[in-house]
């Protein structure tokens, strides 16, 4: 039991970076170099922390029947968020289905990681010995750079997402 766990204290971290970007891009309006700096920030943030996340972090999670359903829980919220940032990107940011279309990102993606921090990762903690935090925060570490470098932006209409 690792009630400190370095892993889940970077997750948290990485949350509130987050949480900043989402404040950023809600006080910009119009399709203004600002909006698309951010947005592309909080893109490219997102798809490299869920990915990291992903691989450091629930693929032991999905190991243990103790915490697996909500591992898998936030894997698929992982996915659609994901296609939500795709929907976002294909979208006219001047106009106002964008700003509609960023709330609703906005509030799914703070209730997905607010559902962690609450609910997900007291039970992680209890899972994680050293060891295991040490691998998973090396891990996490070295898949958020890698992940950050490769990710894009990629517009795609909801309607034309792939089931």
Known sequence: ???QAT???RLKSDHDR?????DRIAETSG???KRRELFTELTKELKSHAAAEEQA???EMLADPEVSDETRHSVAEH???DEMLNDLAATDMSSPAWLQKFKQLDERYRHHINEEEEDHFPDFAEQID???DKEMTDTFDERKKAE???AEITPEKMEDAKE
Not at 18 to 22: N, T
């Open 148 to 150: 950050k470098e490769a």
């Open 79 to 81: 996915h659609e968020i």
């Open 18 to 22: 987050q949480r900043e970007l989402l």
């Open 130 to 132: 050293d060891a295991m």
């Open 7 to 9: 892993v889940l204290n």
């Open 31 to 33: 399709d203004t170099e």
């Open 1 to 3: 039991m690792n009630q």
């Open 57 to 59: 972090v629930y693929s």
